[in-house]
């Protein structure tokens, strides 16, 4: 039986990262935390309070509560930007880290973000890095929206370019900033998910999860 181990699942916007670590989670009894839900409620708690979620965070993050996380307006493009900024803030991720860690050594757990692996459990045994190409993480993004059947083959390219320049523009702000970019720790395994379903995704893991776990003893 698997006891307080922690999965860390890493990777880019739309990657896929939370469909698998919330099946992994399932599949192995863990407790799931979605992290990046902690920076979104961060920028929402700022855009509530008419605030800018470029200026400092640090109150708001330290000031967040387990309501903040169940709201169902944390997943709008206001938001999506809104955390990347706040994400960025030294302030607000030491606020934040407290919490992600007891929650994982509780009594284990799979938390999947940007820096689960590199900053938050560098000693992880098991850490994954979930990528897929910037279309095709547009395009699943664009069907997860409802994906507007409607559309004409060239207005469904121009919803999912649209879509994909956001990503893209996400994930360079989040790769390159100076506190825990994101990046794969050098233990981690890389798992390409563009021709792969989430089913598919979910077996290739768990084979990795029993490798890594049997070779860590
Ligand atoms: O679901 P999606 O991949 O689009 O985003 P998310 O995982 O909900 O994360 C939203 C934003 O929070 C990211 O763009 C990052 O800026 C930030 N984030 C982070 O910095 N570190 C984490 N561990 C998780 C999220
Ligand atoms: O958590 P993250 O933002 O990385 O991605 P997600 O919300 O887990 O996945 C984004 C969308 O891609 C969801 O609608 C998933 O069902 C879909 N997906 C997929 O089509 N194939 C995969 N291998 C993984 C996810």
Known sequence: ALRRVVIA??????AGKGTLAAALAASLGLPYLDTGLLYRAVARRMLDAGLDPADDATEAAAGLTADDLLRRDLRTPEVDR?????????????????????FGHANGAVLDGRDIGT????????????????????????LQSGGA?????????????RIEAELAARDAADATRATAPLRPAADAILIDTDDLDADAVLARALALVRERLQASG
């Open 82 to 102: 809104g955390a990347s900024r706040v994400a960025a803030q030294p302030g607000v991720r030491a606020a934040l880290l407290a919490f992600q860690r007891q």
């Open 9 to 14: 699942v890493d990777g880019p916007a739309a």
């Open 119 to 142: 900053v938050i459990f560098p000693d992880a045994p098991v850490k994954l890095f979930v990528t897929a190409s910037a279309w095709r993480r547009a395009e699943r993004r664009w």
């Open 149 to 161: 059947p409607d559309l004409d083959a060239g207005q469904r390219r121009q919803a999912i370019a």
